[in-house]
């Protein structure tokens, strides 16, 4: 499922409360607050969500808030960190009426068996993908992150932590030559906390708007958030030697506003990364692939054994790796998966799909018996 980004206003963001400009306030969303204001409630931004209840930012200070008015049975729908949130707070308890509608957000699919997607953070302006370095990269994993982000709205920016761990400059540039072919038209910034390289360069991204920092356990993302706050706010343990993994040591989603600017959302590692409904992010995470195919002799190519295919001649041809190829196609076998189980038409489709090519399988075999008439 797709958010994407509605156009943001030129209105002068001081129209609003000026505390909340800090955490991403402006004209534009107080046109959106404009039918709460009439109705004595305030805005504040959610800094955090834990059991029913959430901790909003307002012109007042952080309030503690009660959600049981935005807990709708749909998981997509439910109040986020990230969200503008219309707060009563002359009630008792003090309940969040309402939230805004949301520019961006970045959602997964849950790792239940049941078909729900789960939201991760809202109002996203860049979704900061953390990647140690002090393991061997998975770039299939480093790809389906970037479906996630570009399907949700906000621009991917790759941060390589832990560079220090790289013993000299020309392994570094070779690795991050490898996640840039992963990522076409993704920034992709090597940094090291311990040393500082690479962090003012970082500071500056996330400088405008709000971040998303994502990421699996271990990839260094409470210690990148300490030092882009300047504090240590988030508490780290160290990597196991062994594997270069790590405990979840940020346990909840938590939006930081950061001294030079901007906010910050720091999230719990990722164990799962499963898409949801993500077929334009990873047509984006592959777009040399998606280009090649529209010079395929046929519209529909699957890119295996019809003649005149395009993406078979590049894997052929060694400009296309093909390890990219079998990435992209996994995505999309999941991506479909995850759709077709809350969409009836497209199983019907999947399975009608199934049937011939097992038809087709099937006269195949015979003829190579001898076997057709």
């Known amino acids: 499922m797709s958010l994407s980004s509605s156009p943001r206003s030129s209105s002068d963001a001081t129209a609003a409360p000026p505390f909340l400009a800090a955490y991403g306030w402006d004209g534009h969303w107080a046109a959106e607050f404009a039918p709460h204001a009439e109705q004595g409630l305030v805005p504040g931004r959610v800094v ?6 959430c901790d909003v930012i307002t012109a007042e200070g952080t309030v503690r808030a009660d959600t049981a008015f935005v807990t709708p049975h749909d998981p997509l729908r439910v109040i986020c960190t990230g969200d503008w949130a219309a707060v009563d707070l002359h009630g008792d308890p003090r309940f969040v009426r309402s939230y805004l509608p949301r520019r961006t957000a970045f959602v997964r699919s849950t790792s239940s068996k049941r078909s729900e997607g789960q939201i991760l953070a809202a109002n996203v302006d860049h979704a900061i993908i953390a990647v140690s370095l002090a393991v061997e990269l998975d770039l299939g ?3 389906r992150f970037l479906a ?3 399907e949700s709205g906000a621009q991917p920016v790759i941060v390589l932590t832990k560079a220090d761990l790289v013993p000299d400059a020309t392994g570094l540039s070779y690795l991050v030559q490898d996640v840039e072919t992963a990522a076409p038209g993704v920034q992709v910034l090597p940094v090291s906390s311990m040393s500082g390289a690479g962090m003012d360069v970082l500071a500056a991204v996330v400088a405008s708007g709000t971040s998303v920092l994502l990421g699996v356990s271990g990839a260094g993302k409470s210690t990148l958030a300490n030092a882009l706050t300047g504090e240590e706010v988030m508490e780290v ?3 196991r030697d062994v594997d270069g993994k790590g405990r979840h040591t940020t346990t909840t989603r938590n939006l930081l506003a950061l001294p030079g600017g901007g906010v910050l959302i720091d999230t719990p590692g990722l164990r799962g990364v499963g898409l949801w409904d993500a077929q334009t992010g990873v047509g984006q995470v592959f777009s040399e692939i998606e280009e090649l195919s529209r010079r395929c002799r046929f519209h529909d190519c699957a890119h295996e054994t019809e003649p005149g295919c395009a993406v078979r001649a590049a894997v052929a041809d060694g400009s296309l790796p093909e390890r990219r190829l079998e990435s992209y196609r996994k995505l999309l076998r999941e991506n479909q998966y995850i759709v077709a189980k809350t969409d009836a038409r497209l199983r019907a489709e999947i399975r009608r799909d199934w049937r ?5 399988g099937r006269a195949a075999m015979e003829a190579k018996r001898g076997r057709v008439r």
Do not use: M, Q, T, Y
């Open 148 to 150: 996630l982000a570009w």
């Open 48 to 53: 955090r969500v834990d059991r029913g209840h």
């Open 356 to 360: 011939r090519k097992h038809a087709e």
């Open 237 to 239: 343990r160290a990597a």
């Open 141 to 143: 994993r480093i790809e």
